[in-house]
């Protein structure tokens, strides 16, 4: 009868850790996923900056500057780790750029250039809000990694804290070739 008991015993201790390390591996990947997405985004505004380069190279030859400032922060950003700050650096650079269709009238009603703005709106928008999804991914496994009895059992089987800020270089992705397009 003992015997029973506790084969019964280890048997219901087993089911509850199968359980919790299921849905730990299910956060973990809505984790990936939500880094993931922010990758996705970012490729596609590395992709879309050579593309407004060249539309504004043909009504701004003489802002060379910025043209060249706006390409160097790119290739650092498509480089460099996401948690460096060249992100950012990228993002000021692209607000001097598209403050040039303000100078260049032409430029800002160039049916090309405002589409590419456009379009590079939506992704911002996109971006934060995988941002906002990855924290909220990150919260939901902490807080399952962290809970009781998944506490007991997270560590042993290998689930170690998310970061909200930080990504390592193996979650970074990196920036295919861009497609040159000239109008």
Do not use: C
């Amino acid at each position: 009868m003992d015997l029973i008991v506790g084969m019964a015993i280890v048997g219901v201790l087993l089911l509850v850790v199968i359980g919790i390390y299921n849905r730990l591996v299910s956060l973990r990947q809505q984790v990936r996923q939500g880094v993931a997405d922010i990758d996705a985004q970012l490729r596609q505004r590395h992709d879309l900056i050579p593309n407004l380069v060249n539309i504004v190279k043909g009504y701004a030859a003489h802002e060379q500057d910025t043209l060249e400032q706006v390409i160097a922060a790119r290739n650092a950003a498509a480089q460099g780790s996401l948690a460096s700050g060249d992100e950012q650096q990228l993002r000021a650079a692209l607000d001097r750029l598209l403050a040039l269709g303000e100078a260049y009238p032409d430029l800002k009603a160039n049916t090309n250039f405002q589409e590419l703005q456009r379009e590079l709106s939506v992704i911002e928008d996109k971006l934060a809000a995988a941002r906002r999804a990855l924290n909220a991914a990150v919260a939901r496994y902490n807080t399952g990694r962290e809970t009781f009895p998944a506490v007991l059992f997270a560590g042993v089987l290998g689930f170690s804290e998310a970061d909200f800020h930080r990504l390592d270089d193996s979650e970074k992705g990196s920036v295919d070739a861009v497609p040159q397009v000239r109008f």
